[in-house]
């Protein structure tokens, strides 16, 4: 008999999960409490996938041998709670992805910070060093459809802690912990220990010919690493001491050390600046010096590589006053890694979704570096809260023209209007992205 996977959410990874379970001869049935978009709708009955919508049918969903979750649905939802009443495996994507990939290797990297920069990056210099490789997870096609319609020898993933929570078997040759901070605790029952524990299942399956690169100047994850059993080589990367197996820098000079090799290179010579991009920079090329890739080539790629849309994106300069599009930055700290590279005035943009933020820890940066604060979001309380005796000019817009025109209003001529919303963008647009083009659409409109 056929095994009957029913997938729930149909985004890129419930899709791709379909189409790829499709091709393994399963009987395939997709299930969305919401409105599937009409591209990926196309794509299921053009493959001949029964999908439905705006609904949950349980005698369809409940005589799975298996469940493919996507990432977005949360534990808490009613469906979910019932398949689990009913002891019938979840799996997430990416599990179901890694039983079909053969012998290729993966990479994969999470994080709560830096995790697309440094999963760009390290595609950036496999496919610089020609590696036939593909980038998949939360950046790219998910990893399903790139196993289903075009297979790999090398999987670069982005992988958040939500795919992570429903794996078995997963075994990334090289995994990639960026750092933790509180993020997502909403998810977590606000225990960021339950997020901690997701985070580090990324090393779960690992052997000892597998290798682990890990923050050594990250506090959660140094305070943490010793409550779980890491099989996998070290490969740590640090600033603040030199390593015999690692990367690390010292006087503004990248060192790799792996193998007995070595190889250093100066900071001044990465493409992307700012701290947290030197150690996005470690991180990627310790990745690309485990898969064994030429000293050259990730030289030559760090030189090469040009930083992410909605990523510390410069826009445009107006009347010299620039205007900078850091859209993603969709928690704290990443926006305190974006405060932190500022060497000119701020005019700040916050807000939006709040996933459980403790603004205290930009209190000093905020205090520092930024002269105005524009809040965009249907609920600032918390911001006002935060930096209202700190920063007196502060305002409340509700969409990214008036947010844009205000920020521009309050600035001169040699300061920075910064959109770094350290939060998520569900209240006001379809997602971080949207929010990102609609800055830059109300800055090309002034």
Same mark, same amino acid.
């Given at each position: 008999?056929?095994?009957?996977?029913?997938?729930?959410?149909?985004?890129?990874?419930?899709?791709?999960?379909?189409?790829?379970a499709?091709?393994?001869?399963c009987?395939?049935?997709?299930?969305?409490?919401?409105?599937?978009?009409?591209?990926?709708?196309?794509?299921?009955?053009?493959?001949?996938?029964?999908?439905?919508?705006?609904n949950?049918?349980?005698?369809?969903i409940?005589?799975?041998?298996?469940?493919?979750?996507?990432?977005?649905?949360?534990?808490?939802?009613?469906?979910?709670k019932?398949?689990?009443?009913s002891n019938?495996?979840?799996?997430?994507?990416?599990?179901?992805?890694?039983?079909?990939?053969?012998?290729?290797?993966?990479?994969?990297?999470?994080?709560?910070?830096?995790?697309?920069?440094?999963?760009?990056?390290?595609?950036?210099?496999?496919?610089?060093a020609?590696?036939?490789?593909a980038?998949?997870?939360?950046?790219?096609y998910?990893?399903?459809? !790139?196993?289903?319609?075009?297979?790999?020898?090398?999987?670069?993933?982005?992988?958040s802690?939500?795919?992570?929570?429903?794996?078995?078997?997963?075994?990334?040759?090289?995994?990639?912990?960026?750092?933790?901070t509180?993020?997502?605790?909403?998810?977590?029952?606000?225990?960021?220990?339950?997020?901690?524990?997701?985070?580090?299942?990324?090393?779960?399956?690992?052997?000892?010919?597998?290798?682990?690169?890990?923050?050594?100047?990250d506090?959660?994850?140094?305070?943490?690493?010793?409550?779980?059993?890491?099989?996998?080589?070290?490969?740590?990367?640090?600033?603040?001491?030199?390593?015999?197996?690692?990367?690390?820098?010292?006087?503004? !000079?990248?060192?790799?050390?792996?193998?007995?090799?070595?190889?250093?290179m100066?900071?001044?010579?990465?493409?992307?600046?700012?701290?947290?991009?030197?150690?996005n920079?470690?991180?990627?090329?310790?990745?690309?010096?485990?898969?064994?890739i030429?000293?050259?080539?990730?030289?030559?790629?760090? !030189?090469?590589?040009?930083?992410?849309?909605?990523?510390?994106?410069?826009?445009?300069?107006?009347?010299?006053?620039?205007?900078?599009?850091?859209?993603?930055?969709?928690?704290?700290?990443?926006?305190?890694?974006?405060?932190?590279?500022?060497?000119?005035?701020?005019?700040?943009?916050?807000?939006g979704?709040?996933?459980?933020?403790?603004?205290?820890v930009?209190?000093?940066?905020?205090?520092?570096?930024?002269?105005?604060?524009?809040?965009?979001?249907?609920?600032?309380?918390?911001?006002?809260?935060?930096?209202?005796?700190?920063?007196?000019?502060m305002?409340?817009?509700?969409?990214?023209?008036e947010?844009?025109?205000?920020a521009?209003?309050?600035?001169?001529?040699?300061?920075?209007?910064?959109?770094?919303?350290?939060?998520?963008?569900?209240?006001?647009?379809?997602?971080?992205?949207d929010?990102?083009? !609609?800055?830059?659409q109300?800055?090309?409109?002034?």
């Open positions: 008999m056929k095994k009957r996977i029913v997938i729930l959410g149909a985004g890129e990874s419930g899709v791709g999960a379909a189409l790829l499709k091709q393994q001869g009987d395939v049935f997709v299930s969305d409490g919401g409105v599937i978009s009409n591209n990926y709708k196309v794509e299921l009955q053009e493959n001949n996938i029964l999908f439905e919508e705006s949950h049918t349980e005698s369809s409940l005589n799975a041998n298996e469940v493919i979750k996507s990432p977005g649905i949360p534990e808490k939802a009613a469906i979910v019932k398949i689990r009443a019938i495996p979840v799996i997430s994507e990416i599990e179901f992805a890694c039983r079909y990939i053969g012998n290729s290797k993966v990479v994969a990297i999470t994080g709560s910070n830096g995790k697309t920069t440094t999963t760009a990056l390290t595609y950036h210099i496999c496919k610089h020609e590696q036939d490789c980038l998949v997870g939360n950046i790219g998910s990893f399903a459809r !790139q196993v289903a319609v075009d297979p790999k020898p090398l999987y670069i993933a982005e992988i802690s939500f795919q992570l929570d429903d794996i078995k078997t997963f075994r990334p040759q090289i995994a990639v912990l960026t750092n933790i509180e993020d997502h605790l909403d998810r977590y029952d606000y225990k960021v220990e339950n997020y901690i524990a997701s985070k580090f299942k990324i090393i779960a399956n690992q052997q000892e010919e597998d290798v682990f690169i890990y923050n050594m100047d506090e959660l994850t140094m305070k943490h690493i010793t409550n779980y059993p890491i099989k996998s080589t070290k490969a740590p990367i640090t600033m603040s001491k030199e390593l015999s197996q690692g990367a690390y820098l010292t006087n503004a !000079q990248m060192h790799l050390k792996w193998k007995n090799e070595e190889m250093q100066s900071i001044e010579d990465f493409a992307i600046k700012g701290k947290h991009n030197q150690f920079s470690m991180a990627a090329s310790m990745a690309a010096t485990a898969l064994d030429r000293k050259e080539k990730i030289r030559e790629a760090l !030189q090469t590589f040009e930083s992410l849309e909605h990523r510390m994106e410069k826009v445009a300069t107006i009347k010299g006053i620039e205007f900078i599009n850091d859209s993603k930055a969709t928690n704290i700290n990443s926006t305190w890694f974006a405060l932190e590279s500022m060497t000119k005035p701020v005019i700040l943009i916050l807000g979704v709040d996933k459980g933020n403790d603004y205290n930009l209190k000093e940066l905020v205090a520092d570096k930024v002269k105005a604060i524009v809040c965009m979001g249907t609920d600032n309380t918390k911001i006002h809260e935060a930096f209202g005796e700190i920063i007196p000019l305002l409340n817009t509700d969409n990214a023209e947010a844009v025109k205000t521009y209003h309050f600035s001169n001529k040699g300061d920075v209007v910064l959109l770094s919303p350290a939060c998520a963008s569900f209240d006001l647009f379809k997602n971080y992205e929010r990102g083009n !609609q800055f830059k109300a800055v090309k409109n002034l």
